[in-house]
């Protein structure tokens, strides 16, 4: 019975050790060291990243901008016809017919949807 009290004692005292004071100030210390290290600022970022990194990023989110002005507004009026969908007669001026360019819609599909995501 006496060697199962050690045992038990043992074990009890080596599950973990307690901290000295000097050593959980020095943790607290390099803990906020490290949150500090992350703290950037705009001008910190800025910095690190350079000119010509703060050119991409702005590059790219124009980029991103179009892109969705495009999945809102994926039509541009008709040059041709200005969006009225049909011509009138230079002689008959109460003569129409519908423009051969956006052939009665009045509308285009433009440019960046046809080159971005192929359609007609």
């Given at each position: 019975m006496d060697l199962t009290h050690h045992l038990a004692v043992v074990i009890g005292t080596t599950a973990?050790?307690?901290?000295?004071?000097?050593?959980?100030?020095?943790?607290?210390?390099?803990a906020s060291q490290a949150t500090e290290s992350h703290n950037g600022t705009a001008a910190d970022i800025a910095s690190s990243i350079g000119p010509t990194g703060l050119l991409l990023l702005a590059l790219m989110a124009m980029f991103a901008a179009y892109v969705v002005s495009l999945s809102l507004?994926?039509?541009?009026?008709?040059?041709?016809?200005k969006g009225a969908g049909r011509h009138r007669g230079s002689i008959f001026s109460y003569a129409q017919r519908p423009c051969n360019s956006c052939k009665g819609r009045g509308v285009h599909p433009r440019l960046g949807r046809k080159v971005l995501f192929k359609e007609p």
């Open positions: 973990a050790p307690t901290p000295q004071p000097d050593q959980v100030a020095a943790a607290g210390q390099a507004h994926p039509n541009a009026k008709c040059n041709r016809c």
